[in-house]
């Protein structure tokens, strides 16, 4: 099954053509404030250079956040609208697994998995707060342990109570260190490419499909995490269909 994937949750657009084995094509550009007017026509590359015609796509993926409310916005939607068109199903996956997963697979290069317990992903949410999750590492999987957050690093840290390893924005994961004992408790993957990859996001997508689950394209929405003080409903819910 061919699946196009695309992510616009960070500033990296990042655009992706899989099947069930490899990558066909994938293409990414780092130019912020870019996403609504280069993500069609990456698409369209990726899909040339995959060799696929819109009628060959068997899945869309779609990372959902947290991150930028416009790019969130601009990616869903056209996802969204092509599922709809084409009549295909969609999946949407937090955007904070596929970086999870590229610490995961860090992790399995250097041969240090039996040496930490967790992953925590970290981006920077502006105004003193970051976006968090934390995974814990199963065998050679991970499990996600916490919710997607939205708050002070000062909070989040308690979590922190494993060998860690820090994957995201290095400001905010310093700042997320402080107190937790940073020699000991929580290393920074250095070098390691942590925004969201949409082959990653295509990968996890067919995984779910697979498990006869896909979102509802007239319904989709982003992951949003609203501060307190925020006026618009927390309380917003993903509708997931399963499948058969």
């Not at 939607?77 to 999946?91: D, F, G, K």
């Not at 996001?201 to 995984?207: P, S, T, V, Y």
């Not at 499909?209 to 006026?231: G, H, Q, V």
Request: proline content about 4%; hydrophobic content about 40%; aromatic content about 6%.
């Amino acid at each position: 099954m061919n699946v196009l994937s695309a992510d616009t949750s960070t500033e990296r657009l990042t655009v992706s053509v899989t099947d069930e084995k490899r990558i066909l094509a994938t293409y990414n550009s780092g130019s912020a404030l870019r996403h609504s007017s280069l993500l069609v026509p990456l698409i369209k590359k990726a899909m040339d250079k995959a060799g696929i015609r819109r009628e060959e796509i068997g899945l869309l993926a779609v990372g959902l956040g947290p991150g930028s409310f416009t790019g969130l916005r601009v990616g869903l939607t056209t996802m969204r609208t092509m599922a709809i068109a084409l009549n295909r199903p969609i999946v949407g996956i937090p955007s904070m697994d596929a970086m999870a997963s590229n610490g995961l697979a860090y992790l399995k290069r250097r041969n240090l998995l039996s040496y930490y317990g967790s992953v925590c992903t970290v981006i920077d949410a502006r105004k003193n707060n970051i976006y968090a999750c934390l995974y814990r590492i199963d065998g050679s999987g991970l499990k996600r342990e916490t919710k997607y957050f939205l708050g002070r690093p000062s909070v989040f840290k308690k979590k922190l109570i494993r060998q860690t390893l820090l994957l995201g924005d290095r400001a905010v994961a310093e700042a997320l260190r402080k107190g937790t004992g940073r020699n000991r408790k929580t290393v920074f993957a250095e070098g390691c490419s942590w925004m969201p990859k949409a082959s990653t996001i295509g990968r996890l997508a067919l995984e779910r499909y697979n498990a006869r689950y896909a979102d509802n394209p007239y319904t989709i929405l982003p992951l949003y995490l609203y501060p307190d003080d925020c006026n618009v409903n927390r309380k917003i819910k993903r509708k997931v269909r399963k499948l058969g």
